[in-house]
């Protein structure tokens, strides 16, 4: 006798009543030539998510997964729990290296389309992400960012014409025209090395997090993704190392609604936000207003105190909206609504923060209208400086043998062979 359990479900002709099976495909709202409307987004008001302790237990502060921290109100007030109650100094400065991130960014798009680099990406409209973050985290707290992340090192302090060398590949580039432009690395300013790989950048701040704690330092590790990386295989595996050994590590999730031409709901924005992930991994997660400088500001402060408190790792979403191309190889009018920016709920980041500043009488339009002109100046004279060093198409600026150099400490036999051979035909070959 047969121990099989057999189903009339599978046999022929069962199951006719059912209705059919469905793949559900995920469908943008707006295409070209359609005209978005936002309106039924769910933005709570300034000032209504609560403000747990930095050490609670990620099981009770599950709805903050799910909500909205905001402190900015429609008038430029800073209101509610979550207001840092930052001095006027600090402020200023948030808004001036906001400012500086994108004239610094508008600067290096015509560069690229003057063809002087090959490639560049800007970060408009998402300024706050990295310009609240920098000013919360302590200065060799370690930064292991995406592409869209230029404002940490500008926030840092960092030369600019240091940056605009490596985007031209020039003979300035410490990097040796070895990485993508765009692509820092700043050791000194606390800043990895940016991958093209999606996510690779998670595990790596995971495991630096957790040599941190294991040396008994003081420092965390704070990294950021795309909300369409949190696909990536790489994603997951951070996260449950984070949660098994608490490291102290921020996990930003930048969702700006667009993974190149993929809208967002291709990774699961449709069924639940991006902050949500951390719950199944027993995770604290905030949900974040990407364009409020003050509510970034204070999320990532709470994260890192939590963080140096031993209570964790912290995965944050910042909620903001990608207002340019992917990249200067992008057309995002092939795929999205023609104006999608202007009807974003939340904002300009800068001006909102401006908007702020003046409520509060610390700043005036005139002052802000003075420093733009003189960030443009700023930024001019550094892209002049940086171009002395040469840009794309001048040639090559580095010698060629150095291609094999800084891999190991001492370069081993077979790569020095292999270099001399390259050296010959170089010569061989008359160039």
């Known amino acids: 006798m047969s121990d099989r359990i057999d189903s009339d479900a599978g046999m022929e002709g069962a199951g006719r009543n059912l209705p059919p099976l469905r793949l559900h495909v995920p469908e943008p709202k707006f295409r070209p030539g359609d005209t978005a409307d936002f309106s039924d987004f769910d933005i709570p008001p300034a000032g209504a998510q609560p403000r747990p302790d930095e050490t609670a237990?990620?099981?009770?502060?599950?709805d903050l997964a799910y909500g909205l921290v905001r402190v900015l109100d429609e008038e430029g007030a800073a209101v509610g729990p979550w207001d840092p109650k930052l001095p006027p100094e600090t402020l200023l400065k948030m808004l001036r290296a906001m400012a500086l991130t994108r004239a610094f960014d508008a600067r290096m798009f015509r560069a690229q389309r003057q063809g002087k680099t090959s490639f560049y990406m800007k970060s408009t409209g998402e300024?706050?992400?990295?310009?609240?973050?920098?000013?919360?985290l302590a200065s060799d707290d370690m930064c292991f960012p995406s592409y869209r992340q230029q404002g940490i090192l500008i926030a840092r302090g960092w030369p600019i014409v240091d940056m605009m060398n490596q985007i031209y590949s020039n003979k300035g580039d410490r990097l040796k025209g070895r990485q993508l432009p765009i692509m820092y690395s700043a050791r000194e300013?606390?800043?990895?090395?940016?991958?093209?790989?999606?996510?690779?950048?998670?595990?790596?701040?995971?495991?630096?997090?957790?040599a941190s704690a294991a040396r008994g330092d003081t420092r965390i590790a704070a990294t950021w993704c795309g909300e369409g990386s949190t696909a990536e295989g790489d994603f997951h595996s951070a996260c449950t190392f984070a949660s098994v050994y608490r490291a102290p590590v921020i996990m930003n999730v930048v969702n700006n609604q667009w993974a190149i031409s993929?809208?967002?709901?291709?990774?699961?924005?449709?069924?639940?936000?991006?902050?949500?992930?951390?719950?199944?991994?027993?995770?604290?997660?905030?949900?974040?207003?990407?364009?409020?400088?003050?509510?970034?500001?204070?999320?990532?402060?709470?994260?890192?105190?939590?963080?140096?408190?031993?209570a964790g790792p912290t995965l944050i979403e910042h909620f903001t909206y990608r207002v340019e191309g992917h990249s200067t190889s992008d057309d995002p009018s092939a795929y999205r609504s023609a104006d999608e920016a202007s009807h974003w709920p939340l904002g300009d980041p800068i001006a909102r923060l401006?908007?702020?500043?003046?409520?509060?009488?610390?700043?005036?339009?005139?002052?802000h209208a003075a420093m733009d002109r003189e960030l443009a100046e700023t930024v001019r004279d550094a892209a002049r400086e940086a171009e002395k060093n040469g840009i794309l198409g001048h040639g090559l600026h580095h010698p060629m043998e150095s291609m094999f150099e800084d891999v190991f400490e001492e370069m081993p036999w077979h790569l020095r062979e292999q270099q001399q051979q390259m050296l010959d035909e170089w010569k061989a070959a008359g160039l």
């Not at 401006?354 to 002052?367: F, M, N, T, V």
């Open 262 to 310: 993929s809208f967002s709901g291709f990774a699961g924005a449709e069924a639940t936000t991006f902050a949500a992930r951390a719950i199944g991994y027993g995770i604290a997660g905030l949900r974040v207003d990407g364009n409020d400088a003050l509510a970034v500001y204070a999320a990532t402060r709470w994260a890192a105190d939590r963080a140096r408190a031993n």
């Open 354 to 367: 401006r908007k702020h500043c003046i409520a509060l009488g610390i700043w005036d339009e005139e002052q």
């Open 189 to 210: 300013a606390g800043f990895f090395s940016i991958s093209g790989n999606l996510t690779t950048q998670y595990p790596q701040a995971v495991g630096w997090a957790m």
């Open 57 to 62: 237990q990620p099981g009770d502060m599950r």
């Open 127 to 136: 300024e706050a992400v990295s310009i609240g973050a920098a000013a919360a």
